[in-house]
């Protein structure tokens, strides 16, 4: 009886061990991604394997090769048009000619507004007049983030209540408990084919994706570090990348006395 039992145990445990190879088992998704009413090839489109965190692009017919698996989460991109997510499975797999058509962004132009400011043509009164812009940064490798005008923006951790309450502080501990979305930020940035794809996005949509915030959220947090509107607005999105790792890193610096190596200093930020 113990030698049925022992054997029947044996055979269960290499079933299982045989259908997690299956599962896991890495193939070389092959596709072509088109317009979906001219059925024009894109070149140069982003596929990213959100899953693993390797990214390839389209060649000049559309035809791109990338490592997945199933139930991995295939991200697709191109400027104008409107960004996909697919599961792959196994169907998809098993497809030799998989072909993806996606479709042209359609943009919604808000209306403008334009101030006009009366000047006089004496300085002194023209100058109060106009409102200085105060959102532009400057950064000089081995100083400190600062601004055109005023002095720079730091948390105030004159008591241990404004310590408490930091938002800052906050978004430390809400980053420190997602260490795996921020190892494949860190992959993003390491990577060369992927650092290329980031810095031809600005859609945030791989970032939200990863660190399972909102837009919002993710300006609050910018903010929170002493970002600009501007660079909030203009920045790609492999800017956005090294501006959380820096300000998580610089954070947990304060915290612990010790310098990260890998923190990369952001440049081209005005």
Known sequence: MIKKITFLLII?????????EIVDKKYKLKGRIIDVKTR???KSAHILNMSSVIGTVTNRFGEFSITAKKNDIIHISYIGYESIKLTVTNDILNNDKLEIAINPKIVNIEEVKVKSHQLVGVLSIDAKN?????SRRIHIDGIAQTFEIGKPKSPNYESPLAAVFSPLDFWYQKLGKKPKELK?????RRDDQLREIME???NREILLD?????????NDLLKDCNHSKRFIKKASDLQIVNAILNCYESQKTSRTGKVKKDIIHLKNDN
Do not use: D, G
Request: charged share 15%; aromatic share 18%.
């Open 200 to 202: 031809q996005n600005f």
């Open 40 to 42: 024009f090839p894109l």
């Open 12 to 20: 269960l445990i290499n079933f299982s061990t045989f259908s997690q």
């Open 184 to 188: 494949k930020l860190k992959k993003l």
């Open 210 to 218: 990863y660190l399972s915030m909102s837009r919002y959220e993710l």
């Open 130 to 134: 106009v409102p200085a812009v105060t």
